[in-house]
């Protein structure tokens, strides 16, 4: 039930942040386990006719140092085979049990990785873009880094998808400047169809045209001459220069490799002060939300927040200092 007076982003926040982080060795387990999850499958869909080119990721030709199956594919496959009269019971009973095991790691994998998304999303911040579309586009990117991400890479999952999630983030921040030169009914249309992405991929589902119609309420054909306007491209899997086995994400900073472990830190420490902000007084508890820009990430001097408070800067100024001995207080 949504908290008395809290928006649906701040309760989704909220939520996020009640979901406990996986530890390294956590998080190598579960990738691991997703990894056998998802070839026991695959080998048992082969088995029952499914050719592999079927469940190929987007864009990827061959499974080498990033390639990938579509996750939304390989589940739609295995329920259409259950749901129909065509396997054996020992084949129905190995695949039933596959498949639930396999969508609960990649539920825990997606739920334990959505503060860095929110994280990500919040350096890209654009008056242009909602927030909430730069968030579903990470969550995309932080799918694709699910499908294509293995242990033996070398480096942590968070690491890896990172990066996956800044490029969607990126590309949606792009596909936007692109938008703003179309006419309006089809920059709606547009928008509609990227967050359905988003939706239809977090659904298990593959984001084919018909599964995004069907979302959208848009007609088949507007969605596939939609999807044919010319956007922005470029992915990690993309090969660097004519080295076929080396891509971008290959070629990706160190030093920026291995920061996220800090962002999410960084941003739980700002829930902590959010939380402990609220238990202020509410005009000191509005007061430090305008000057640290705590709900807005905008912040406010203190002649803008003594005018939209009617007070005096020189009293939004005391405010201030009490709530921040207040704070003090609470945090010895």
């Known amino acids: 039930m949504a908290e008395s007076g809290s928006t649906p982003m701040q309760n989704y926040l909220k939520h996020l942040y009640r979901l406990e982080l996986l530890t390294p060795e956590e998080e190598h387990t579960t990738t691991c386990l997703l990894r056998d999850l998802e070839d026991k499958l695959i080998a048992l869909l082969q088995k029952r006719g499914v050719e592999l080119v079927e469940l190929r990721s987007e864009g990827v030709e061959q499974r080498g140092s990033t390639g990938a199956y579509d996750h939304g594919l390989i589940i739609a496959r295995a329920e259409e085979l259950l749901a129909s009269d065509k396997l054996p019971r020992r084949d129905r009973s190995s695949m039933q049990s596959l498949l639930r095991r396999f ?40 799918m694709k880094a ?51 992405i988003g939706d239809v991929r977090a659904d298990g589902l593959p984001a084919s045209d018909e599964n995004l119609a069907k979302h959208t309420g848009l007609d088949l054909e507007r969605i596939q001459s939609l999807l044919k306007l010319p956007g922005p491209t470029g992915s990690l899997d ?88 207040q704070l003090k207080r609470q945090w010895r």
């Open 146 to 196: 699910i499908e294509r991400f293995k242990p033996q890479m070398g480096y942590r999952f968070s690491t890896y998808a990172y990066w996956w999630i800044q490029q969607e983030i990126q590309l949606a921040l792009r596909r936007n400047e692109d938008l703003v030169r179309q006419p309006a009914n089809v920059q709606d249309d547009l928008r509609a169809i990227y967050r359905a």
């Open 238 to 325: 993309d090969p660097v220069a004519d080295d076929q086995s080396s891509t971008r994400l290959d070629y990706a900073p160190a030093d920026e490799l291995y920061n996220t472990d800090e962002l999410v830190t960084n941003q739980e420490l700002a829930q902590r002060l959010r939380e402990a902000v609220a238990r202020l007084p509410a005009r000191q508890r509005t007061v430090l939300n305008l000057r640290y820009g705590l709900l807005s990430d905008r912040d406010c001097s203190f002649r803008v927040i003594g005018e939209q408070l009617g007070l005096s800067q020189e009293r939004a100024r005391q405010l201030h200092s009490d709530a921040l001995r």
């Open 103 to 142: 969508q609960a790691q990649r539920k825990k994998l997606i739920q334990c990785n959505l503060r860095l998304v929110i994280a990500i999303a919040k350096r890209f911040r654009n008056p242009s873009v909602p927030f909430i579309d730069l968030i579903q586009e990470g969550n995309v990117g932080l």
